[in-house]
């Protein structure tokens, strides 16, 4: 299992989040947040897609994020893959996998 983040442009935010919808991952948490980088103008608004996913999943979400989310100026944002340890769905117990 991994999980995806990624940070984006607000104005990609709605398609990107309806393509992530209709892709078939089990879910997604979304926080608007504020950073800056590399070239350190000032904190400026964004969103933060995390999304936990099979192994399976990541390279079409991560492409889809990619392609969806880059205008090619600067401040697109970042993309980062995280490998989670352990993973719970509360309600029915199930672990792993088939938590996602
Ligand atoms: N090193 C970092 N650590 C944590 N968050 C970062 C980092 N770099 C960028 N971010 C987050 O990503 C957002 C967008 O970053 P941005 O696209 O400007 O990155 P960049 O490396 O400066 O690339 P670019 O040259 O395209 O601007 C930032 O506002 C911040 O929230
Ligand atoms: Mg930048």
Same mark, same amino acid.
């Given at each position: 299992?991994? $999980? *995806? #983040?990624?940070?984006?442009? /607000?104005?990609?935010? @709605?398609?990107?989040?309806? +393509?992530?919808? =209709?892709?078939?991952?089990?879910?997604?948490?979304?926080?608007?947040?504020?950073?800056?980088?590399?070239?350190?103008?000032?904190?400026?608004?964004?969103? $933060? *897609? #995390?999304?936990?996913?099979? /192994?399976?999943?990541? @390279?079409?979400?991560?492409? +889809?994020?990619? =392609?969806?989310?880059?205008?090619?100026?600067?401040?697109?944002?970042?993309?980062?893959?995280?490998?989670?340890?352990?993973?719970?769905?509360?309600?029915?117990?199930? #672990?792993?996998?088939?938590?996602?």
């Amino acid at each position: 299992m991994k $999980k *995806i #983040e990624a940070i984006i442009r /607000e104005e990609k935010f @709605d398609e990107i989040c309806a +393509l992530l919808e =209709k892709s078939g991952i089990g879910g997604m948490t979304v926080s608007e947040v504020r950073g800056f980088g590399h070239h350190r103008n000032g904190l400026k608004k964004k969103f $933060k *897609i #995390e999304i936990y996913a099979d /192994e399976f999943q990541v @390279d079409k979400t991560i492409e +889809l994020i990619r =392609k969806k989310a880059r205008t090619g100026t600067t401040g697109d944002g970042k993309i980062a893959v995280y490998t989670i340890d352990q993973l719970y769905r509360i309600r029915t117990g199930e #672990e792993g996998a088939s938590a996602v």
